[in-house]
């Protein structure tokens, strides 16, 4: 389904390294197997797509999250509230598989807007104002519970909507995805009687894609779930074998590879602007589990043809810090048919009789090329169509891939102790009870 291609590392990689890399790889694979590692209280989603379908309580959740969304779908607009890993794998799935302009589109399912995810008082003004007539739901996502972004953007919302529709009345349209038993959002919800989903606690945020924080919102844009996590629990299968047919595997010994030789970013890149989102969520999930100890790849993001005409001039020819992997899609959703022009004013008419997709094509095709000779290592990940198996795959190999690669670097893929220095400053700032000193300390900073 996914296929890992080493051709274009030839000259910055041999096959003598990738092949020297396996004990690397396996003893880090064993680590996540015996569960001994750092971080081994987060392993859940290393069994989640067969949980999924053999646990009697995720099966159940399952049913909740199918019955929920048949309730959602009858809304005109579904709000996700939620930042970082409650928040970019549902956006990412949804961009990917439906489309980046989905809420423009001819739908029997709800616009899904996505709030929550940044501070900006104008954004969150805008969504209100668009969705201010129309009949709405939302679904709350947030593992802790607390988190600022969210939790504001919900205080807000939720009382707009108790204005609309009553306490009662709120109650068929607020969804909370959460801890199963702490926090304030499980105690309100608990309390107000919303319907409540559960976030695994053996399940971190940005390897949560494949729980109800994502797949309440997929289902409610009308992706089949199902299809979703059976292409995860084939990556499942393919991603235990042996190191010589284990293209994740190999993946994370490229990378590692790539970044003792000195590289240290990873530009994800795509031909495709459904993918965008697709590569917001990567950078979250490596950025956050292996950029600690002052080591770790700088994951980064292009799509082509497009930046091209942009960060291209960087890549081709600026500081040689950087390798690219390339989400090589190998058939669009659809195409369009070159006719011929009989003016033929635009010179185009050499390309009279192709499909569109063959132009893209030739576009990565040249760019490899060029990158390649221009110093910069591609590594390129095949896959033959963008479909609900296939990208339940792809969320599980890198998921995998990452996990593994974090193991080889030293560090403990499953925190994020990094995080809570703006926050701690923020709160103190803001006058958070309990960080009156903080306060007074970073207010002689600022000056
Ligand atoms: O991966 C992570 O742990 C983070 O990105 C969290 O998902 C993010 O901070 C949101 O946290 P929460 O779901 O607790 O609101």
């Known amino acids: 389904m996914i296929k890992l291609n080493t051709n274009y590392l030839k000259g910055f990689v041999a096959d003598h390294e990738i092949a020297y890399a396996e004990d690397g790889v396996n003893a880090a694979a064993a680590l996540l197997d015996s569960k001994n590692g750092p971080g081994n209280d987060f392993l ?4 989640l797509p067969f ?45 990917l598989l439906k489309s980046p302009l989905y809420n423009n589109l001819k739908k029997d399912t709800p616009d899904i807007y996505y709030i929550g995810n940044s501070i900006n008082p104008a954004y969150l003004n805008e969504v209100l104002s668009i969705i201010e007539d129309r009949d709405i739901c939302i679904n709350v996502i947030s593992k802790s519970g607390t988190t600022t972004e969210p939790a504001l953007a919900f205080r807000i919302i939720r009382e707009k909507m108790i204005a609309k529709y009553g306490k009662d009345g709120v109650r068929d349209r607020i969804f909370c995805t959460t801890d199963k038993a702490r926090g304030t959002l499980k105690k309100l919800a608990d309390e107000e009687g919303y ?20 797949l309440l919102p997929m289902a409610c844009a009308g992706i089949d779930i199902d299809a979703v996590i059976a292409g995860a629990q084939k990556a499942v299968e393919d991603t235990v074998l042996p190191y010589a047919s284990n293209d994740c595997y190999k993946y994370a010994a490229v990378r590692n590879i790539l970044y003792r030789k000195g590289k240290s970013v990873e530009l994800m890149v795509s031909y495709d602007p459904a993918y965008a989102m697709m590569s917001e969520w990567f950078k979250q999930l490596f950025g956050e ?75 990565f095709e040249g760019t490899v090329l060029a990158h390649t000779e221009g110093g910069v290592p591609n590594i390129i990940i095949e896959m033959d169509k963008i479909d609900e198996e296939n990208v339940g795959y792809l969320i599980y190999f890198f998921e995998k891939a990452c996990a593994v690669s974090g193991y080889m670097l030293g560090v403990n893929p499953f925190d994020q102790p990094g995080v809570e220095g703006y926050k701690n400053n923020m709160y103190a700032l803001l006058g958070k009870p309990g960080y009156e000193e903080k306060r007074a300390e970073l207010e002689k900073k600022l000056g």
């Open 51 to 95: 949980d999924l379908t053999t646990n009697p309580e995720y099966v159940k959740e399952i049913e909740l999250i199918k019955d929920s969304a048949k309730i959602i779908k009858k809304s005109s607009a579904l709000l996700v509230i939620g930042i970082g890993g409650s928040y970019l794998g549902a956006r990412a799935v949804i961009d």
């Open 44 to 47: 859940g989603w290393t069994t």
């Open 195 to 214: 319907r409540t989903f559960v976030v695994p606690d053996d399940v971190g945020g940005r390897f949560s894609v494949l729980t109800a924080v994502g």
């Open 289 to 363: 589990s292996e950029g600690k100890d002052g080591k770790g790849l700088f994951p980064a993001s292009v799509t082509f043809s497009t930046d091209l005409h942009s960060l291209g001039q960087f890549v081709q020819d600026g500081s040689n810090i950087m390798f690219e992997t390339v989400i090589d899609i190998k058939t669009p959703k659809t195409d369009i048919f070159l006719e011929n022009d009989k003016d033929n004013i635009d010179g185009l008419n050499f390309l009279t009789g192709q499909n569109m997709s063959m132009v893209n094509r030739k576009a």
